[in-house]
Every structure is written in C-alpha cells, then in structure tokens.
C-alpha cells in the first residue's frame, strides 16, 4: 500500500495498517482499536500530539479521538498541555476535552474552565467551544471572568451562545430591502469582458448575474473567465463562474464537453466539474478518465465532485467502483470519504454494503449519517444505532437517524 505525504509533509501510515486507519479516521481503526490496545494506544497518542487531518480546520476527529481516548483509558494530560501550546495545538486539543468532558471526565471539564478564567492566549476560542458543546449551566458561571478579560472589547466570536445568552452581544440590525430590480445582463457581461476589469470585480460581476433569469450568452465567454489562484501562480475559474453556468442545465452540455477537452488545464477541470453535475451516461468514459488521473496523481482534495456525478449516474457506472473504493480507503482527506461511500452506495451496491457498515463509526458525521440510513440490516447495525441515539455529544440529526433506524 502506498505512503501519502500531506501538503506540510506529514508521513502516513499504510491504510490498512491500524495506525493509518487511525489517521484517517475510518470506522475500522474504531473497531480494531478495541483488539489490538497497545498499537492502538501509541497510535491515538501520535494523533494527539501531531494533527493528522489533511486539512486541519474542515477535517473532523474530536469525537473520534475521544471515544478512542475513552475506549483505551488514556490520561488526558497531554491534551491538558497542549492547551498552553501555539494556536493550532490548542484548537485541536480544547475541541476534544470539551467532548470528553460531556461525557463524564471532570478532568478535562475542569482544565477548560481554568484556561478561560486564566485568559490565557485563545481563550476566547475556547469559551466558543465549550459555549457550543456544553449544557448552559456548565458554563454560565464565567459570566464574570469573560466581561473582566473581555475589559469593554468587542468579542472575537460575537454571534457565539454565551454573549447571546448573557446579553452581552451586540444587537442584530435588520434593513428592509429595497425594491428589487433584475440586473441588466448585456450590460454586465461587457463589463465581464472589458480588459479594464479586475479580477475581484469581474468576479463581482459575476455573482451578480444570479440576481436574474440564467444568461446563455455566458457560455461563450467562459474560456475568457479565469483568474490566478489567490497566493498561487494557477490558473482557475473565476468564483461563482460554475454555479451560472450550471444554472443553464443541458444547455451547458455541449460547450463543457468542448471545454473538458481543450489543452487548457483550468478550463479542462471546469468543464469536467460541469460534467460531472449535468452529464450523460455518454460522459462517463471522461469522467472515468479524469478520476483515474486523480488517482494516478493522489489528488485527495478534489475528486469528491466527481464521485457526486457517478452517483447521480447511479448503476451505469458501475464501472468506477473499483477506483471509488480505492479513494474511499487510501484518502487522508476523510471530508470527502462521504462522497466515495455515497457513490459506491448508488454504482455498486454490494461493494458498498460491508463499507457501509464500518462507517458506523467513521470520524465524518456525513458518513455516519449515510451509514445509519443505508447499511444493511445486522446485529452490529442495531447495537451502534443505539450507541449514536443515546449519545449525549452525537449530532442532533445523527442522534434521530439512529433513533429511526
């Protein structure tokens, strides 16, 4: 199996090696966890100490990381010390005390109301959080010690449950919109066009031809409509380009098989995304072509739009289920492994059913979701159902999908 670095270098486990399933947060790292304790332990340490997730801010693995911390009976002074540490060690560790001390560790419960009284560095990140996570009366005392930090500031986090709670947030203005005029679009696609345009304000332009009808004289334009890649040197689409062109429906059809095969790399992946939300059957040979070159190339942060297309192509293509479930295992990028096990779910319903199961207790809530509403029936699928209903840290919409299961 291959050995994946991320974007800052970080050196992956083999996927099916218990540690790699760990790192990714797949549902049988949970399971295995349970038999083989030692490696499991060391594994689950690693992740505490070194963030593992593709991408740290969108990648979800507190819960997680906290039912593992529980299961193996781990100390939680590491965590604790990370508080104290830079800015992406303490989101990471307050985030997984906050869910550990929801379910039943006064240590961790008492470590994050001391580091907000401490008004240490970020905390008001971590009054946010546990705002969020916890019952109100678990919090409500730091009423005093916020407004003391907080000295007549402005709150870094405003719309946060505490300050609404406490009164302390700024009041909500409300402005009646004025009478609604459709945007003249001959008069903004030459505005688009003009070489005097920038890119912030052809972007502009761009959004808002969504105030009106869709605009087929668009798809003409659009090989004229990139821009560079903020911080990159890359071309792309220009933002909010996809959702007009895609508001055209089968009109679109046409001109993005022409755009999926120029040599142009931006306006080939723009038209191979368009594809993969309005296409055929008859596009699936350049939708399979394009995920195999991701695969080639271990593109893990992109091929989730693709995967979404073959869904809604359902059996017909069947064809991709090997690649599918190759992304599904081997990505890091556990955001998009939902998209994998949906499409599996829609092209190759067999290969899906024991990937389904072991997503009961993946790090991704889409997937757990997923699962709960599309594993086939079995001992372990009731057991875990009950496991998520009666979860007191669960998903609200999670929670009631086990409930209905």
Known sequence: MPVEDDAAGYRYAPADSLPGLIERGRGLGALRAREERAEARDAVLNCLRTDTRWH?????????????????ALPIDLPIALLDAGQQDNWRSHGLLAVLARTGSAEARAALLRYVRSGHHWWQDVLDTVAGEWPV????????DALRLLAGAEPEHPGSACWAHWGTAAPVVRREPGPYSPPDAALL???????????????????ALAGGPPVPELLPLVPQLSSVERGGTELRALPYLDGEVKRLGPLALAPAREWAASGEPWLAAFGLDVLADLGTAADLPLLLAE????????????????????????????????????????????LERPSYLRALTAVAPA??????????????RRARLHALECAPDAPE??????????????HPEVRA???RR
């Open 137 to 144: 009366p678990w919090w409500d005392g730091l009423r005093a």
């Open 401 to 403: 999908a086990a409930a």
């Open 351 to 364: 290969t899906a059913a024991p990937l389904l199961t072991e997503s009961l207790w993946d790090c991704e």
């Open 189 to 207: 696609l030459a505005e688009i066009t003009d070489p005097k345009t920038s890119d912030i304000g052809r972007m502009i332009l761009v959004r």
């Open 381 to 394: 699928l009731s057991a875990r159902a009950a496991e998520l209903r009666d979860s007191p840290v669960e």
């Open 291 to 334: 995920l195999d070159r991701r695969w080639t190339a271990r593109r893990w942060d992109v091929p989730d739009r693709l995967a979404d297309g073959l869904a809604r192509l359902g059996p017909a293509a069947a064809e991709a289920a090997p690649l599918l479930q190759l992304f599904w295992s081997e990505t890091p990028h556990s």
């Open 56 to 72: 740290r801010r969108p990648g979800s693995r507190h819960h997680y990381l906290a039912d593992l911390v529980r299961e193996l």
